[in-house]
């Protein structure tokens, strides 16, 4: 099957999912995780998708400001495959009552040498790199944050076998940008400058 590059799914006020089309399953089975059923989501809460105390604010603070001021909110996002940059947007409209319908669209796609870091049937280590969930980047300093083939690099991450674990959280700049946005009039969210499809995990 063929993805359309527009996902959709609904989720009700107590944020858990009611509805994922087609073009949703599709994507998941694609990117390795075909256990996402239509049967084994509905009913699922949204945050069972999400890692990371940073990240889970936010998507909160996305989800409350379409609840509360009955307007859309668009976001810009990574979701990256080992061997694909996805630039993406998510839209978050309200359907009264509580009940969001959000929409995934791929943006552009830009191919890279696969990064064994992004994929799932790698071995892990006990060490965890963070990665930011919003642009795709991974700390080398306290105040640096690059791209993910930079870091293997700059971090010496193909020195030992098995790699680290990436642990799922928000870099300041995304962080901030979107939280400042949040609380602006306009409901489109800016993001980081190189910055869940199904929620990405």
């Not at 940059?85 to 359907?95: K, P, Y």
């Not at 870091?117 to 700390?139: A, G, Q």
Request: one cysteine or more.
């Amino acid at each position: 099957m063929t993805s359309t590059g527009v996902f959709h799914y609904q989720i009700d006020s107590r944020d858990c999912i009611t509805a994922v089309d087609s073009a949703w399953l599709d994507f998941a089975a694609q990117n390795r995780a075909p256990e996402l059923t239509r049967q084994s989501v509905i009913g699922r809460s949204i945050w069972s998708f999400f890692a990371g105390k940073e990240v889970r604010h936010l998507y909160g603070l996305i989800l409350s400001t379409v609840r509360e001021r009955h307007r859309r909110v668009v976001v810009p996002f990574r979701c990256d495959s080992p061997a694909t940059r996805r630039f993406m947007e998510l839209t978050v409209d309200d359907l009264g009552e509580g009940n969001l319908s959000l929409t995934a669209t791929i943006i552009r796609k830009e191919p890279r040498s696969s990064v064994a870091l992004f994929d799932i049937s790698t071995r892990s280590s006990e060490e965890v790199v963070m990665i930011c969930s919003w642009c795709k980047k991974i700390p080398v300093s306290h105040d640096q944050w690059v791209e993910v083939e930079d870091a293997v690099q700059a971090l010496d991450l193909f020195i030992t076998y098995p790699l680290p674990q990436l642990s799922h959280g928000m870099c300041p700049q995304c962080a901030s940008e979107v939280a400042e946005t949040m609380t602006r009039p306009s409901v489109v969210a800016g993001a980081a400058s190189e910055s869940s499809a199904p929620p990405d995990e």
